[in-house]
């Protein structure tokens, strides 16, 4: 460990109990994808006041800022804005917006990294830029709400990288740091380095239109809609056999509408879901099965049915950890457990932080300091230095490696990356 380590890891120390009441501020004033106002703004008031300048209104409510030297490699160290719907959780907002899924402690994170790498004598060891960037809404909205960010043009995309990614935000950038709460069962350790491979997925909506009728005088007259979606998630059910296990597929549906009153034979139905696979051509052989099993759910019924598909996100793309990565954790000294991803083992879950990685080297971590299921209302703080104080060290050690000594050891990674697909090829995959 150089001095300049041994300086980083200082300042975050001494910024230790305002980093841990930035996190539990953040915690209880969560908001929605593209909708992350107060957020933004306390995040972006944070950056300036460590002297930094700040572009916001990337996408709405993202925001950037950077650090070191222009012209070299430019790496993100990026968090996420939004918080997930789950008004039950005991610190959910009013609105039923809760941190139910640790956003709040990668922005805590972010923060404590710019605070170290902010510092004078730290920035100038910088070869290159370390760019923090706050990205909105990596949770999946729902169609209703992408429609009106539609219209308002806020967003056209299903998530905030894509719509950053699509307006030219990440141009400049070379490669990624990112991180995220736990999220496959390695609740021993305080690291896990590395980017375990994740499904990718489509949106689906089916809107099923029926035939309003009298329910108790001329049920015979109308069409039922709810029934037709009904029996559409019952021909779902059938199918499921057949899908493989190779593709980690998985199909969860929400009935969004079903009729507006008990006595009149409902003629609109609403299911929205996703459609997930660990590769994209399981994804799209899914999605027609799904497609097949309504159309012909509703001809059963005698309804017609409206199905609208949306790009979701990119399957995430395995990466064991670099040896920066590996380097910095052993920094933290022999208190601090750590271990790399399991090699092949999927996580079922989705993010965008998969359209990253088929076009840059994305270098993640998870951490711990919580318990309980993300996205439920049992998901809760269990120790603020593993949760806080611990991220920002790594991500801004791994950061200073990368960017330190002509940024040898980012442009090596560089080197040996070749992206999964081009920039035009992606942008035209997202439309």
Same mark, same amino acid.
């Given at each position: 460990?150089?001095?300049?380590?041994?300086r980083?890891?200082?300042l975050i120390?001494e910024?230790?109990?305002?980093?841990?009441?930035m996190?539990?501020e953040?915690y209880?004033?969560?908001?929605?994808?593209?909708?992350?106002?107060?957020t933004?703004?306390? %995040?972006?008031d944070?950056?300036?006041k460590?002297?930094?300048n700040?572009?916001?209104?990337?996408?709405?409510?993202?925001?950037?800022?950077s650090?070191?030297k222009e012209?070299?490699v430019n790496v993100?160290?990026i968090?996420e804005?939004?918080?997930i719907l789950?008004p039950s959780? #005991?610190q959910?907002a009013p *609105?039923?917006?809760?941190?139910?899924?640790?956003?709040?402690?990668?922005?805590t994170a972010?923060?404590?990294a710019?605070i170290?790498?902010?510092? #004078?004598e730290v920035?100038?060891?910088? *070869?290159?830029q370390?760019?923090f960037?706050?990205?909105?809404? &990596?949770?999946?909205?729902?169609e209703?709400i992408?429609?009106?960010?539609?219209?308002?043009?806020i967003?056209?995309?299903?998530g905030?990288?894509?719509?950053? %990614?699509?307006?030219g935000?990440?141009?400049d %950038?070379d490669?990624?740091?990112?991180t995220?709460a736990?999220?496959l069962?390695f609740?021993d350790?305080?690291? +896990?380095?590395?980017?375990?491979?994740c499904t990718?997925? %489509?949106?689906?909506?089916?809107?099923?239109?029926?035939?309003?009728?009298?329910?108790?005088?001329? #049920?015979?007259e109308?069409?039922?809609?709810?029934?037709a979606a009904?029996?559409a998630?019952?021909?779902?059910?059938?199918i499921?056999e057949?899908?493989?296990?190779?593709?980690?597929?998985? +199909?969860? #549906?929400?009935?969004?509408?079903a009729?507006s009153?008990?006595?009149? +034979?409902?003629?609109?139905a609403?299911?929205d879901?996703?459609?997930?696979?660990?590769?994209l051509k399981? +994804?799209?052989?899914?999605?027609?099965?799904?497609?097949?099993?309504?159309?012909?759910?509703?001809?059963?019924?005698?309804a017609?049915?409206e199905?609208t *598909?949306?790009?979701?996100?990119?399957?995430v793309? &395995?990466?064991l950890? *670099?040896?920066?990565?590996?380097e910095a954790?052993?920094?933290l000294g022999?208190?601090?457990?750590w271990?790399?991803?399991?090699?092949?083992?999927?996580?079922?879950?989705?993010?965008d932080?998969?359209d990253l990685t088929?076009?840059?080297?994305?270098?993640?971590f998870?951490?711990?300091g919580? &318990?309980?299921a993300l996205h439920?209302?049992d998901?809760?703080l269990t120790?603020?230095?593993k949760?806080?104080?611990?991220?920002?060290?790594?991500?801004?050690?791994?950061?200073?490696?990368?960017?330190t000594n002509?940024? &040898?050891e980012?442009r090596?990674?560089l080197e040996n990356f070749?992206?999964?697909?081009t920039?035009?090829?992606?942008l035209?995959?997202?439309?």
């Amino acid at each position: 460990m150089n001095e300049t380590e041994k300086r980083i890891i200082q300042l975050i120390d001494e910024h230790r109990e305002e980093l841990i009441a930035m996190g539990n501020e953040l915690y209880t004033r969560a908001e929605r994808g593209f909708a992350e106002v107060n957020t933004s703004a306390f %995040i972006a008031d944070k950056l300036k006041k460590l002297g930094l300048n700040v572009q916001t209104g990337l996408a709405g409510t993202g925001l950037r800022a950077s650090a070191g030297k222009e012209g070299g490699v430019n790496v993100a160290l990026i968090s996420e804005l939004d918080g997930i719907l789950c008004p039950s959780h #005991p610190q959910a907002a009013p *609105d039923g917006m809760s941190h139910a899924c640790g956003h709040h402690a990668q922005m805590t994170a972010m923060l404590g990294a710019a605070i170290a790498l902010t510092c #004078p004598e730290v920035a100038a060891e910088l *070869d290159g830029q370390a760019t923090f960037f706050a990205v909105p809404s &990596e949770e999946f909205l729902s169609e209703d709400i992408r429609c009106g960010l539609r219209e308002k043009n806020i967003s056209t995309h299903s998530g905030g990288k894509a719509e950053l %990614i699509y307006r030219g935000c990440f141009k400049d %950038i070379d490669m990624a740091i990112t991180t995220h709460a736990h999220m496959l069962p390695f609740d021993d350790y305080d690291f +896990v380095l590395g980017n375990s491979a994740c499904t990718g997925f %489509i949106g689906k909506t089916a809107v099923f239109h029926g035939k309003a009728a009298h329910a108790a005088g001329a #049920p015979h007259e109308g069409v039922n809609a709810m029934n037709a979606a009904a029996l559409a998630l019952s021909a779902l059910g059938m199918i499921r056999e057949t899908f493989q296990e190779k593709d980690y597929i998985r +199909v969860h #549906p929400i009935m969004k509408e079903a009729g507006s009153a008990v006595n009149v +034979v409902p003629d609109k139905a609403v299911l929205d879901m996703m459609v997930r696979a660990g590769n994209l051509k399981a +994804v799209a052989e899914v999605s027609e099965k799904t497609d097949r099993a309504f159309r012909g759910a509703a001809y059963a019924i005698g309804a017609e049915v409206e199905i609208t *598909d949306v790009p979701g996100y990119l399957p995430v793309i &395995e990466r064991l950890p *670099d040896k920066v990565m590996t380097e910095a954790a052993g920094l933290l000294g022999d208190s601090v457990k750590w271990t790399s991803i399991t090699p092949g083992l999927e996580n079922m879950t989705s993010t965008d932080v998969g359209d990253l990685t088929h076009l840059m080297p994305v270098l993640n971590f998870t951490f711990g300091g919580f &318990e309980g299921a993300l996205h439920s209302k049992d998901f809760r703080l269990t120790d603020a230095e593993k949760a806080f104080v611990l991220p920002a060290k790594l991500m801004a050690l791994i950061a200073y490696r990368l960017l330190t000594n002509q940024a &040898e050891e980012a442009r090596e990674i560089l080197e040996n990356f070749t992206p999964a697909l081009t920039l035009e090829k992606y942008l035209e995959y997202i439309g």
